[in-house]
């Protein structure tokens, strides 16, 4: 999630930690890790308001989406994007192209090196990487002037392969903080704590994670696994219009993977998409795509269905040469 992303780059062993958030004014702010409430505890259970609190939450995504039918709407377009490590220089990316519209289930495939992750990490404004050309619309806005939280709070997410720990902060507090933040951008209402309980409370259960898991602090101790459907938890509180899943199926075991793709799926609707990148096709099983995209050398260079998966796992990338 960006808003993570601008945790890790903000913070450093001298310094405290910091989470930026975004104002409707567009105006940055820094929140110390320190000043931010701690250890406010979500109830087991809370029956006799549940569904008041429920039904006075309302999902950012929601309430934005055209619904209306017709043709899907454009949701993100790439043309001739090219990328160099910001430190060295190194090209990365050499001219992408892709075009995703809603509703649909895009998987990236590559070779390790190919760019994956790097075009994973350009779309949401990694420190890391400059754009030296190429053009990124992302709902109709230029998404490569916007900072990082400004790409989060438009609707942008980013799962990472290692998720950050954020010490001294629970997951209720820091969720309900980053849903808060998408709302007033979008212009809604914020929601108070017994408000958001009743919000989170079926989404937790779309992960299959207990309500204790709230009150842990952000992946502070967590397994791989809890680290993945923590991931998948904060795509279904701030309801995301494109979701870029990096390797979310790493370290998972098939039971695991199935709660994970259980719940991705339950968060498609005909107006968000998926962007996913894995090396494996078992992930593909649970989590259908509606096109398959292989990276090679930076670009990608062959899109087609699940047939193209198919030929990788019994022929390997040699199969996917445009020579």
Do not use: W
């Amino acid at each position: 999630m960006a808003l993570l992303h601008r945790f890790s780059c903000c913070s450093s062993p001298s310094s405290p930690p910091v989470i930026s958030l975004t104002k409707s004014t567009s105006k940055s702010i820094l929140f110390p890790i320190s000043h931010l409430p701690r250890h406010r505890r979500f109830p087991q259970r809370f029956p006799s308001f549940r569904l008041t609190a429920t039904l006075a939450a309302e999902s950012p995504a929601g309430s934005v989406s055209g619904g209306g039918g017709g043709q899907p709407k454009l949701l993100l377009e790439v043309k001739d994007l090219t990328a160099v490590i910001a430190e060295s220089g190194q090209k990365i990316l050499n001219g992408v192209n892709l075009s995703i519209y809603e509703g649909e289930i895009h998987a990236i495939m590559g070779k390790n090196g190919s760019g994956k992750s790097t075009f994973a990490k350009v779309l949401v404004g990694h420190k890391d990487y400059e754009v030296t050309g190429g053009s990124v619309v992302f709902k109709g806005e230029n998404l490569l002037e916007m900072e990082p939280e400004d790409r989060s709070l438009a609707g942008l997410f980013l799962s990472f392969q290692s998720p950050v720990e954020i010490p001294g902060v629970s997951n209720s507090d820091f969720l309900q903080m980053a849903y808060n933040a998408r709302r007033r951008k979008l212009g809604l209402p914020e929601l108070d704590p017994l408000q958001f309980y009743g919000y989170i409370m079926p989404k937790l259960e779309m992960v299959n994670i207990k309500a204790d898991f709230l009150n842990r602090n952000v992946n502070e101790g967590f397994s791989g696994g809890e680290k993945k459907r923590n991931e998948i938890l904060q795509l279904a509180v701030l309801g995301a219009e494109l979701a870029i899943l990096d390797e979310i199926d790493s370290g998972l075991d098939v039971d695991a993977l199935r709660d994970v793709s259980k719940a991705v799926n339950a968060l498609m609707t005909p107006t968000n998409s998926v962007l996913m990148i894995t090396h494996y096709r078992q992930l593909l099983e649970f989590i259908k795509p509606t096109y398959i995209h292989i990276m090679d050398e930076g670009k990608i260079s062959k899109t087609g269905d699940i047939s193209i998966a198919n030929i990788l796992e019994k022929e390997g990338y040699k199969a996917m040469s445009t020579s």
